[in-house]
């Protein structure tokens, strides 16, 4: 049985929060900070993110984790401190899911390092990696794992052998990022992310981040394509997460080009397609969450 049916039933799509970083940024973190230390020295700002997520109809709220493995806090000379941001990011988020009725998604991104042979990270390694952002995050009260922009299966697996190792009672989720023509930067398309996810543990698999809207419903529809064809329609639910557009330099800030009107066209044709969990990622605003709760709830 997946996890996630029985966890949410059978009322989709569900929705899924928007752009943590993006939205940081806007709100005052600085080109080069971590986003992960906010947990801490503004646990206030990152609550007022979940909240704004939350009122706008998010059912699910993604901790401020996605740079939160050992070698990315590393880079910030936070490398010994994966389990205390990992389990101040789950609380925050915690809290605030708590007071809305949602549910907390333990956000896993990628460890930054090549996985062997291409690089030198094993798969025994990245779990490792993995199964320590999850002791905080498990300590915090997550309720789902969702591992995010993954471009390399190899990877993705080694999250999930973490997943089922230290939460095997946890449903998770993982989407990959198919930004080099409809495949991933490694070389994966939408049909064998299906294929070969699929085939293990997953309650849901998809793809989030990209090059805009128009992309995203391709990949999509060849997902629900490659899930029809092995079978799984009843295993395994799709998950999508487009960028709001494609972003564009205006003075010294990027701004994505999707309003939050093609969001809500974007959501209502992944609906279409058959796609059970939509959310948003980098640039889109709890405004476009909200206005895509709309969308979905009147058309």
Request: net charge negative; glycine share 12%.
């Amino acid at each position: 049985m997946n996890r996630l049916r029985e966890l949410l039933g059978n009322d989709f799509p569900v929705l899924f929060d928007g752009a943590m970083g993006t939205l940081m940024q806007e709100r005052g973190l600085k080109d080069g900070g971590s986003g992960e230390l906010w947990n801490v020295e503004l646990p206030d700002a990152v609550r007022g993110i979940h909240d704004d997520y939350a009122k706008a109809g998010a059912q699910f709220i993604t901790t401020n984790t996605f740079g939160g493995t050992e070698p990315r806090l590393a880079m910030h000379g936070l490398g010994d401190r994966v389990v205390e941001l990992n389990q101040a990011a789950a609380t925050l988020a915690r809290e605030v899911a708590r007071r809305h009725g949602a549910f907390v998604a333990g956000g896993l991104g990628p460890t930054g390092e090549l996985m062997s042979p291409m690089g030198t990270l094993d798969e025994a390694a990245a779990a490792a990696l993995f199964e320590q952002q999850l002791e905080g995050l498990l300590a915090g009260g997550i309720d789902v794992i969702i591992v995010e922009t993954i471009s390399d299966i190899t990877e993705a697996k080694a999250a999930i052998t973490a997943a089922e190792t230290v939460a095997p009672s946890l449903p998770w989720l993982v989407t990959m990022s198919f930004d080099t023509n409809l495949h991933t930067m490694m070389g994966i398309s939408p049909e064998e992310a299906v294929r070969r996810l699929s085939d293990t543990s997953a309650d849901a698999v998809g793809a989030n981040c990209g090059r805009g809207l128009g992309e995203m419903e391709a990949i999509m529809a060849k997902m629900v394509q490659a899930r029809s064809d092995e079978g799984r329609t009843d295993d395994v639910l799709l998950i999508s997460q487009s960028n709001a557009g494609l972003p564009h330099l205006v003075g010294d800030r990027f701004v994505y080009d999707a309003s939050a009107d093609d969001v809500v066209a974007h959501a209502l044709r992944l609906r279409e397609l058959g796609v059970e969990i939509i959310g948003a990622c980098c640039g889109s605003t709890p405004e476009y969450v909200a206005a895509i709760k709309s969308g979905l709830a009147h058309n």
